[in-house]
């Protein structure tokens, strides 16, 4: 399991140690002889899955090519409070210059993986999709839905450009100039040859929205039973999503529903980093 | 109130845009003519403080600089439910184009001065300053420092480079050589101009600190009791920290110790976004 | 019609003013006055389609955003040999260092605007879309899928993370695990929600594809007749497309088999620059 | 035989893989195991000139580096239909994601280099040198240059600003001054030590500019006996420069007028791409 | 007289506001309320010749586009102890962040300047031309290379591509092959269209090149009474250019010797600051 | 001793090395071949002390990763007249291209850290620290700070944002609103944790300023005799640093009047290079 395109990756652990280092580390380089070694071990402090230990290796080795990482879990372990998720060894100095950005990486996506694990294993053994939304960090799109994959959720549009979905500020724009659901898949169906998904409010616009050949509906806020209601009239001619108001104490009714995706914005726009931290012993 | 370094922020928006609209905005597209008028607004859908204001504007006069964006509110204001935050006029599509990385820049830093503003407002009477810590989003410190500034908190260093801390993985590492606290303060000290502040584990070791001459002692996770001796011992001869497991049950408690700054790191590593969103009238 | 992300065209003409200017115009700043007025036109030299005139314009302005670039011909309009497209006003020096690179982006674009265009032509009439492939310069994809739209052509995919396109060498891939289509289009449709495209060689392998649920056939280098039964064989449940071996000559042809789209990717990996040149008077 | 600066090279490349691959490779991430070994070989669908095979290389080493990449002809090579120009082994999936972006530069690049052969070839025995201009494609003119050079041909001006080329517009303005290309010529040599060279339109300004002490004469579109005529005023004095509506049928008749160089657009700006594709077993 | 190419002193510019501002100023946003208006004055503290009054200009203006920046004296102008260069209005604030990289270019280019017009003054009346090197500092090349012409200098080569120039150390790598100054020659004619210039130690030397047709000849650290000859044996058929060991006080008498150029390294590698201050009045 | 950030330095590099090469070499191009070997000696031509040897070794490592560098002599080392500082061996031509901007590092480099010892020496045995300033020339401060410590001195402010430093037109600003040097120092205090260093003209106003507590102050040419008394008043209380008009000449008189402090702009304002040169043996 991997980021899908390193090369983003390494130019955003740069200007993360950018941010960090630009200026040298000042305590480090009064106190820490160049040549000091030292092992340090990046430990749990409480129940998780983990995401990004390859990109924490990544920071540490960018920061000295002479480090030696070894991970004892890979991402989408589970890993228990005490659990020793890597050690580094190599100069002492430079595992403590990238001590906090590697960490910063790794608790945010572990947080991620570690919530979006939640969702997935409240949907348990129902045929239903966890998916992550557009709302991510500005900056760390690709990790923050690399880390959702890892916690075996799916990604829904990685960006504008990959798929059409219709909202409702669409349709409202839309309706403004007298037309409707049905004008408006067809328009989007003959600018391109992407999946069309539409987002309607009641089921009657679900009915209107498969008449007119919509592969996908995105249900925002929609009551269970018409969510219900929808997923019949739709007889797996198109795939049906849920989305908004979705929470670890809902999400497996909502699923139980027979919807396919269930859409999360909070798996990325409200983390909670996983506790994690760095234990040196010169 | 303006972030501090604008140019920073611009290329972190750019960024941000090109991860949403590399590939153009194939819905928005296919629906709207680009002539086609338009009037959003930014609506908050829970109580806060706002901060970000600036970003999102900018966000949509980069997206379309003939957008006109019309704050309302400004950062550092508290907004109730149902406020409308700003308006956007301008053609339909600039503003569909940029809604989702404009609020995924709002949401996230309102959600950190909201955050901010409660613990200020829980230490409120008291001589204590609320901080934050280097436990920020890899690629947007500047922006959430500047949240948590908006917020009412201050920031504590910006990078490695702009003050000594010499935390316990650095006396880990100096102790193996058999030197102490005290001489890691002189040999700090010598090394630079800048503060020296020294983290500590008991009442023992920051009077050990006081005397070698430490500007600042960071007290983690240490007892109230304790901290209030450590105080006593300083006697303002250096500023005193106190960071470690402070939420906001227990921040007054700790702020009525005496110390001079509680850092947070929640305040950046666990945001909860605040929430606010766009409609649109065509 | 408007390239989709134009921040990134602006890096792309900051690119290639750059390479150009980065050592100044040592021959217009030895002759010519930084004072001297101009005026100059952009002359078409033979018959085509027009595509880049924004772009054009564009390179004056950032090379001095004092000239004035009026367009008398747009984007998509048809101009012959003679026709002024564009006047450009102010200094002369300004001017001329922008020619070559304005060129070069409007003779380029404009020629595949052209050549598509007569694609185009050749099917009027048949509901049939002419589209491009990843076969583009590299650098500037965006800009001639951009010329491909303008010249009345669609776009295939923009890169490898926009779609589903099991090729021949993914399936010899697969195949050498012991699976075949079927196996590929299910694993495929299991991985994400975007369109599955399935690359077949034969009725046989169209059949087996459409049976396990395809939403679209890449027939490569198949026989006209072969296509005509595959698309019957669809009956409208998948899209099919043709590709390879496709010219102006045979374009028709394979148009009325009854194929949805027609991919031909030498629309930009040869392109015959259109003929336009400038001409100052001062 | 190598492009000059590589660091430059590298930076194409790498926004070209970026172009592609900036949203992984849905396909092969859906079906190919990170483990999977492969090999592919790049063919030959027709008669040319390599070049670019380096850059190829270096693609699939930046998708992947523990790729092996052997090439069995080296740029300049002439092949022919049916040659395996290379053989790629290592990760199937690897291979796959460098496919496109190495053959859009090799194909590119050899077409380049073919058509320069041929011009090459067409002047063979006679002492005259085939040049390109600077009419290539945006952003990528070190590799298309370095593909001249490859095919036989010589570079002429890389930018605007290591020689002095005295063109017609550049005229137009002087000349509105009531100055003339004498006065151009002694100017242009009071501001540089570079070579100055002039456009000329007959055989009196020919002789003109050689009076004057032109380096270089451009003659754009003349008769090939005026070439004669100024070919034999110039003495060696000054290198002669045939440009303008030269085709494979009329440069050997152009070389014989006795011209040092001859310069054709078209090798760079109207490319033809060379037949390569690859093929992959599993 | 405007540096050549603007966009690459924008990025100058901006990298040097990095260095400094990355972080904010500290000092100014404790102090100075962001309303506070200013006018400052750079004020010349020593004669000499400025540059870089539009540089310095656009960095004030790209700390705040608000700033109203009155140069009183342009570039290649002469002040006295006292001038008042510039006068810059606005906010004070942004003032003072801009004041310190503004003057950092301005006293340096400045200085280049200065230095270069007491070479050209010294050698006034004789028709010899001073240049630069490429003995610039590392990144600011072409705003140096500007200083220099300001100051009344002329540039020898931009970089390594632009003209060729065969050195001690190239002819001894070519010497080991047991081939000679006539052969580098005509290597070096037979690869390009550009100046041959040679570096030559005797008189010998300098007939040897001479004959084999060098275009241009350096003579480096050569006695003046050798000089003297070279120049004579050239007859105007090459340019001769001295170099090495020239300062002030000798510079004349090798003008005298008849050369057309004399290189002056120390005029960009050891520069002397001019001595510019800013004061302000809020 | 090794500059901090080294990322930084690689693209200082980068850009230095793109601005000689990005068009090739052409004179080595056309003379030495790719396979020809080369010994090369760096030579110092005067004493001095070393800085930047690591710098140089990764020009010419960049330029081609196959050469070898071996230094004779390492950073802060004196070197003499003749002494062999480092030998290049690998590629002739390699050598060649790396050979200028090496060497444009070195000199500078080398010039800094040599000024910075003379100092230095010049205040042996006093305890002082010679420091340099923000007065560094555009792009490359972190090395010219980086050459000053290797001459023995102390850093400074990095930028803007590491310290607060009230100088004289902080205090104009500050003044105009009624305020003083005690309110300046009182609301510096406030904003943020760092050390607080005052401007002061006088020995009364070094009083104010000690009363309302600043951590250093900058006494700004003053009279030496005002100085001994400022640092009697300070009695340690606070870092007094003398600044402007200091030289070799006078700067131990200067730091014999006990204060802590020298700050010297000339280091890197107006640096003379070390003579150092490249001698190829091929």
Do not use: C
């Not at 880390?147 to 409702?168: S, T, Y």
Request: net charge negative; hydrophobic share 45%.
């Amino acid at each position: 399991m991997h980021p899908s395109s390193w090369k983003q990756v390494e130019q955003i652990i740069d200007r993360a140690l950018a941010e960090d280092l630009s200026f040298g580390d000042v305590t480090t380089e009064a106190l820490i002889s160049p040549e000091q070694q030292g092992r340090a071990a990046i430990i749990a402090g409480e129940e998780g899955v983990l995401a990004g230990v390859e990109v924490a290796k990544e920071v540490f080795l960018r920061v000295d090519p002479s480090l030696r990482f070894e991970a004892l879990f890979q991402d989408a372990a589970k890993v228990r409070k005490g659990d020793v998720v890597a050690v580094i060894k190599g100069k002492a100095g430079s595992i403590l210059k990238g001590e906090r950005v590697a960490l910063n990486f790794l608790t945010r996506l572990s947080g991620i993986a570690s919530e979006t694990a939640r969702y997935v294993e409240a949907t348990k053994g129902l045929k239903v999709w966890i998916t992550d939304t557009r709302k991510t960090t500005p900056g760390i799109r690709p990790l923050e839905k690399y880390a959702v994959r890892v916690g075996g959720g799916k990604n829904h549009r990685q960006h504008l450009g990959d798929g059409i979905l219709i909202k409702d500020n669409h349709l409202a724009a839309f309706r403004s100039l007298g037309l409707g659901i049905k004008e408006a898949i067809q328009r989007a169906r003959q600018s391109s040859t992407l999946k069309v998904e539409v987002e309607v409010e009641s089921v009657g616009e679900g009915e209107e929205a498969l008449e007119a050949g919509a592969d996908a509906l995105l249900l925002d806020n929609m009551a269970i039973e018409d969510m219900r209601q929808v997923v019949e009239l739709a007889k797996g001619r198109a795939l049906i999503e849920a989305s908004g108001g979705i929470t670890l104490d809902n999400v497996r009714q909502v699923a139980e529903s027979g919807v396919d995706l269930i859409s999360v914005g909070a798996l990325t726009h409200s983390v909670k980093a996983l506790d994690l931290s760095l234990e040196l012993e010169a």
